[in-house]
């Protein structure tokens, strides 16, 4: 299959690279770096300029696999490895630290470790089950300790706050086991509160929980209300997983999207397999097989330069460098996998298909990692049962058996990278559209621009709706052939109960699934705009695919720049709202960020406009922005508020706003036939 050709999947990945990934002169704060290509020479350059234990050909053929849009490397290589300026190379996503010890000063150095991994790019998982219950004695019956659920927004804060080099977010899981006397708090977290968004949670499932119906059905009404907890089935996670016996207890600790399970205090890199290059010329065996090559080069880096891609500051350094030393683990997954079944002609809840495509990525995955052992003269320790029934599933018996990873497979939900594959269906999620649009501010023309995106460049028959029960059946069956675990939402519709979800988490159960989260539709974001009955949930319009917008810039000690999207067709309607700030740093811009989602949430709700300009109108944090036209603004939300009124009033020819003589902004307006009222001020003629 020919991989993405559209010149909108290059415009999109160029401000990809832009703003996420290219190298910065550290002086001049330029882009060193202007495509995809750029990013790939300088990883190739940096590893194959290093000693490795294996020849520098298969690294050379491995790397071309990337530049070819074969294999992805996730954001953290992909950000920081060859990168001569960067200080904190980190080069790993997945970070399970374990359980968090019952000590005041133990967890801060667990939430300063966190921070860490956040600032090398890392996510983290951590398990609160040690910590004692709220009201529980402490300072010798002086006090009483808030229990675990009032840690949880501190390290929930953590990951908003700490920027990953000032490109993205921390990202962060938060494990419970049933049996915790505080499980109820824990599972309404999320529910109940709307500032944990950074977090995901998740309720470690073993021995009699399913004797708990009332426990479960709780479970099942957070997860409609909200799409948390999920659940982790930490029995499933160690028996079915190479991992030797003496290892299997400590199998139940996951990163943020719950695809590597481990043992704490480890760490691993991803990479993805693009299922769209497995047509043809190129197959799963082939690309795992490199895929691999690369992600053990990094693992050679880490062990052989004094733990460089690991959080060096953090103190609980060397046990991630001694875990990570011993148990050597890199995670392939795929990418793209329903548009490649759909293009064969599969459906996607083929199970034969998806085992073959699995059994050869596996195949190829353990070729490199056995030529790995015997290129070091070293190995690991499988599980011996697990180990020969695994080979023998996968087709891969009279081949050497001694491998240097404990695990190689790993399916992430990819993201980002997933655009440099140039695929629609990331990871191994069903193909539910043939194109997605894209909006970013080009960096050229500090212009709001929509782009569509299209893999497939001519589809011949319909898609299948793909309801729970096919999304389980695919997910069960792709968990029990990884090494690790898959990182797959179940997605329902909005009319799902949750007497429907209460049957989902029994037949996760009996399919044997070592996780699940299950998202509804009108859940979360669609949830925060209601009508006046609390119980009807608006639905949120549909943005079309082509969207013209207008531009309003602040000038301030940080210039504002406003942008206001419409429909050409309708262009009275604003319906979406982007806010850049200049120089500011990256706590502001998440903040406007968050402005510019509610507002254009309500517009595309069907709120009135008046009603979004109200809400922000008059907020005044002391702050001094000038717009010619719109007038002086004392906050940026005052800002957007004052646009959202210009935009109004240069699209609708009845509604004219003149200077306030009060407040002097350009928010005066005549109400009916005769008074006129200051939108923000309230003064009035009458």
């Known amino acids: 299959m020919q991989i993405g050709t559209d010149p909108n999947w290059s415009s999109f990945e160029n401000v990809l690279i832009h703003q996420r990934y290219a190298v910065r002169h550290p002086e001049t704060q330029e882009r060193l770096e202007k495509t995809y290509e750029d990013v790939v020479d300088r990883m190739a350059h940096y590893v194959l300029s290093l000693d490795m234990p294996i020849d520098k050909i298969t690294l050379q053929e491995a790397f071309k696999h990337v530049h070819d849009r074969h294999i992805c490397l996730a954001t953290p290589a992909m950000m920081n490895l060859g990168n001569p300026y960067v200080r904190r190379k980190g ?3 997945c970070f399970p630290l374990g359980p968090i010890p019952d000590s005041t000063q133990e967890i801060f150095e667990y939430l300063r470790t966190c921070a860490a991994i956040f600032q090398y790019a890392g996510g983290v998982g951590l398990d609160y089950s040690l910590l ?4 529980s004695p402490v300072d010798g019956f002086q006090g009483q300790s808030s229990g675990p659920c009032g840690f949880v927004p501190l390290f929930a804060s953590g990951a908003t706050c700490i920027s990953q080099g000032g490109k993205r977010r921390g990202a962060m899981l938060g494990q419970m086991d049933y049996a915790h006397k505080d499980i109820l708090d824990f599972i309404a977290l999320k529910r109940d509160r709307t500032d944990l968004s950074s977090i995901n949670l998740s309720v470690n499932v073993f021995g009699d929980f399913w004797k708990k119906k009332d426990l479960i059905r709780e479970i099942a009404n957070s997860m409609w209300i909200s799409g948390d907890p999920g659940l982790l089935f930490s029995e499933e996670m160690a028996n079915n997983s190479p991992y030797p016996s003496a290892l299997k207890p400590f199998i139940k600790y996951v990163n943020p999207c719950g695809e590597y399970t481990s043992l704490p205090w ?25 895929a691999t090559c690369i992600g053990n080069a990094i693992l050679w880096i880490t062990m052989s330069h004094e733990g460089e891609g690991l959080p060096i500051e953090s103190q609980h350094f060397p046990l991630f460098f001694e875990t990570l030393k011993k148990i050597r683990p890199v995670g392939i997954g795929t990418s793209g996998v329903a548009e490649y079944l759909y293009s064969s002609g599969k459906e996607y809840d083929d199970i034969a298909a ?7 990525l596996a195949r190829g995955t353990l070729t490199a990692s056995s030529d790995w052992a015997t290129a070091t003269k070293t190995f690991v320790e499988w599980d011996e049962n697990y180990k020969s029934k695994h080979l023998s599933d996968i087709g891969y018996e009279g081949k050497k058996d001694t491998f240097w990873n404990t695990s190689t497979l790993c399916q992430a939900p990819t993201g980002s990278v997933s655009q440099f594959l140039r695929c629609i269906a990331t990871g191994i999620e069903p193909l539910t559209t043939f194109s997605v649009n894209r909006q970013y501010v ?17 589809p011949d028959r319909p898609l299948k709706v793909i309801d729970a029960q096919m999304q389980l059946k695919v997910i069960s069956n792709i968990q029990s052939w990884l090494h690790t675990s898959a990182s797959k939402t179940i997605m329902v519709p909005k009319e799902t109960t949750v007497e429907d979800i209460e049957e989902i988490i029994w037949a996760a159960k009996e399919m044997k699934l070592k996780g699940l989260t299950v998202f509804r539709e009108g859940c979360r974001l669609d949830s925060i705009v209601s009508s006046s009955d609390s119980s009807q949930i608006t639905r949120v319009s549909r943005l079309p695919d082509n969207l013209d917008s207008k531009k309003y810039k602040f000038k301030g000690q940080s210039s504002v720049h406003i942008f206001i999207s419409y429909d050409p067709d309708i262009p009275k309607e604003p319906k979406e709202i982007f806010i850049e700030v200049g120089k500011s740093g990256t706590k502001i811009n998440s903040l406007c960020n968050a402005i510019a989602r509610q507002a254009s949430l309500a517009l595309r709700s069907g709120t009135n406009p008046q009603m979004v300009i109200k809400s922000l109108l008059g907020n005044d944090d002391g702050d001094f922005l000038m717009n010619s036209k719109c ?18 009033g240069d699209n609708n020819a009845n509604e004219i706003y003149d200077i306030c003589p009060m407040c002097h902004h350009n928010t005066f307006m005549r109400v009916g036939t005769g008074c006129k009222t200051c939108q923000r001020c309230s003064h009035s003629t009458c």
């Open 266 to 290: 480890s760490a691993c890199n991803l990479l993805t397999v693009n299922a769209l290059a497995c047509e043809g010329i190129h197959d799963f065996e082939e690309l795992g097989y490199y």
């Open 132 to 135: 004692r219950p709220a009201a």
């Open 631 to 648: 007038g002086r603004a004392t906050s940026i939300p005052d800002a957007v508020a004052l646009a959202l009124q210009s935009f109004i």
């Open 91 to 93: 080069y790993y996503s």
């Open 354 to 360: 998806w085992k073959s495509i699995f059994d050869s």
């Open 442 to 458: 080009d960096s050229d023309t500090n212009k709001l621009k929509t782009v569509q995106l299209q893999s497939l460049a001519s």
